[in-house]
């Protein structure tokens, strides 16, 4: 296997042996590993006021220290969660796999005026509907994960590349998409009782 599900290849390593013989030293520095996340920087910033709006409405529940950072760890590990406890692999892939190919950019449809020609000498203006896409401008998130939780997150991908239809997904983007698709959530659906549910998801882990 040559295929990387994150930066540090830790799968990888492991199947070649590369990290079985390890001093006590050396697994204490590499506990934890610091993860770069890529997000839209509205979608971070409509993060910073959900997070904000969570302190607000719900007091001592919800620790000063939380962040936006913490809650995307949250997304991801229930996500994996999740998979590992029933979800269908297929689907999960998908799903994905789908997010991934518009992860950080902005489609919208637009009109463009095309001049097509009716004979020799006669041309006409017609539209025709395009979709633009546009870079969007992007927010780095540097996130603390365990090492163990990274290498759940790289064998998941591993079993799910079968269904990725050859979308190259590793687990920084897996972090990405779970806290992208959370927040349309918010942004669409407010205060119904799918949210409330995962906001009460969130407390619990907070408070336990």
Same mark, same amino acid.
């Given at each position: 296997? =040559?295929?990387?599900?994150?930066?540090?290849?830790?799968?990888?390593?492991?199947?070649?042996?590369?990290?079985?013989?390890?001093?006590?030293?050396?697994?204490?520095?590499?506990?934890?590993?610091?993860?770069?996340? #890529?997000? +839209?920087? %509205?979608?971070?910033?409509?993060?910073?006021?959900?997070?904000?709006?969570? #302190? !607000?409405?719900? @007091?001592? =529940?919800? +620790?000063?220290?939380?962040?936006?950072?913490?809650?995307? %760890?949250?997304? %991801?590990?229930?996500?994996?969660?999740?998979?590992?406890? @029933?979800?269908? $692999?297929?689907?999960?892939? =998908?799903?994905?796999?789908?997010?991934?190919?518009?992860?950080?950019?902005?489609?919208?449809?637009?009109?463009? =005026?095309?001049?097509?020609?009716?004979?020799?000498?006669?041309?006409?203006?017609?539209?025709?509907? !395009?979709?633009?896409?546009?870079?969007?401008?992007?927010?780095?998130?540097?996130?603390?994960?365990?090492?163990?939780?990274?290498?759940?997150?790289?064998?998941?991908? $591993?079993?799910?590349? +079968?269904?990725?239809?050859?979308?190259?997904?590793?687990?920084?983007?897996?972090?990405?998409?779970?806290?992208?698709?959370?927040?349309?959530?918010? #942004?669409?659906?407010?205060?119904?009782?799918?949210?409330?549910?995962?906001?009460?998801?969130?407390?619990?882990?907070?408070?336990?």
């Amino acid at each position: 296997m =040559k295929r990387s599900y994150s930066e540090y290849d830790i799968l990888l390593g492991r199947l070649n042996g590369s990290s079985m013989t390890r001093t006590f030293f050396q697994f204490i520095k590499t506990y934890k590993k610091k993860l770069t996340i #890529k997000i +839209p920087y %509205y979608e971070y910033l409509r993060g910073q006021v959900f997070v904000e709006d969570m #302190k !607000i409405a719900y @007091g001592d =529940k919800v +620790p000063t220290s939380f962040n936006i950072a913490e809650l995307i %760890y949250m997304l %991801y590990d229930d996500f994996l969660f999740q998979v590992q406890t @029933g979800g269908e $692999h297929e689907i999960a892939a =998908k799903f994905l796999a789908n997010e991934k190919r518009s992860l950080g950019q902005n489609r919208k449809k637009a009109e463009k =005026k095309i001049l097509r020609p009716i004979s020799t000498n006669v041309f006409s203006f017609e539209y025709e509907e !395009i979709e633009e896409v546009k870079e969007e401008q992007m927010a780095y998130l540097e996130i603390l994960i365990k090492e163990q939780e990274l290498y759940r997150g790289e064998v998941l991908l $591993h079993d799910l590349e +079968p269904y990725l239809e050859n979308e190259l997904v590793m687990v920084e983007d897996v972090f990405a998409i779970m806290y992208l698709d959370f927040i349309q959530r918010v #942004k669409k659906l407010g205060n119904s009782h799918e949210v409330k549910s995962s906001i009460q998801g969130i407390l619990y882990k907070l408070n336990n």
